[in-house]
């Protein structure tokens, strides 16, 4: 029956759905070219979360970003990392009462 459901859609003139003849492969890009996108600027292995924000502190977000490059991943990782560097032995020792 799949064989049949094929054998209409090259025949439907009207058909908008792609026919395996008519599927294009981009070419593969010369050595010399950039890629599109986005740079690759990560090292390491990442773990992308979604979190919510207040909208107002968002707001206050957007501004403060602009000391990394108008990126707010690099601003809410340094916040997170300086925040981890004060207390993060205190975390631990939270940590450790609460498991005991």
Wanted: charge should be positive; hydrophobic fraction near 35%.
């Amino acid at each position: 029956m799949a064989k049949n459901l094929t054998v209409n859609l090259r025949q439907d003139p009207h058909s908008t759905t792609p026919k395996p003849d008519d599927i294009v492969v981009p070419a593969t890009r010369s050595e010399g070219r950039k890629k599109t996108g986005r740079p690759k600027v990560k090292h390491g292995e990442y773990k992308t979360i979604n979190i919510s924000v207040p909208v107002e502190m968002l707001n206050q977000m957007e501004v403060a970003k602009l000391k990394y490059g108008n990126n707010l991943t690099a601003y809410v990782n340094a916040v997170i990392r300086a925040d981890l560097e004060m207390n993060y032995q205190k975390y631990l020792q939270l940590q450790e009462i609460m498991n005991s």
